[in-house]
Each structure stands twice: as structure tokens, then as C-alpha cells.
């Protein structure tokens, strides 16, 4: 079978390098945008990470310095009655709704 059109010709000399082209592109374009991606969603990992520890970090703080202002108390620290010290807790507990095992 000969070809003598022309632009067959071109067609035939042109179209595996367009295939061929493309198939490129596209293997380089899927390999960049998943390296995109990949950088992406690890970025946004860690801004996660980060602010979940910043905010259990302020929760641990917070108890801590609640539990320095209720061991300052002179009930608790005169080991008085155990009535006005579990009178002081529950106090406490309502005021603050700390100290119940819960965040």
C-alpha cells in the first residue's frame, strides 16, 4: 500500500509524536501535582497537630493553675474537717466544672 497524499504522509510521520508528546505531559504533569499534593496535605498535618497540642496544652494550664488556687486554699492546707474540705471541692467543682474526669 502506497501513500501519496500528502497529508497522510504528515499525518503518519506526525501523530506518534503528538501520542508520544502527550503521554509525557502527562506523565510529568501527574508526577508534579502529586508532589503537590503530597507537600500539601502534610503541611496541613502539621497546622493540625500544632493547634491540637496548643489547645490541650492551654486545658492542662488551666487545671494546674486550678489546682495551685485550690491547694493555696487554708481549708485544704490546714487538714481541717473532711466535710468543709469535700464542701470546698464540690464548691469548686460547680464553680469551675473542672476536676469531674472530663476535658
Not at 34 to 44: C, D, G, R
Not at 69 to 81: E, F, P, T, V, Y
Amino acid at each position: 500500500m502506497k501513500i501519496t497524499s500528502v497529508r497522510s504522509r504528515l499525518l503518519i510521520l506526525l501523530l506518534p509524536f503528538f501520542v508520544l508528546s502527550f503521554v509525557i505531559l502527562s506523565g510529568v504533569s501527574y508526577y508534579f501535582s502529586t508532589s503537590a499534593l503530597t507537600k500539601s496535605i502534610n503541611e496541613t498535618a502539621a497546622a493540625m497537630n500544632s493547634d491540637y497540642s496548643h489547645q490541650i496544652e492551654a486545658v492542662v494550664e488551666a487545671r494546674v493553675i486550678e489546682l495551685e488556687a485550690l491547694a493555696s486554699n487554708k481549708i485544704i492546707r490546714s487538714n481541717a474537717d473532711p466535710g468543709q474540705i469535700v464542701e470546698l471541692l464540690a464548691e469548686t467543682h460547680k464553680r469551675t466544672g473542672a476536676f469531674d474526669g472530663g476535658w
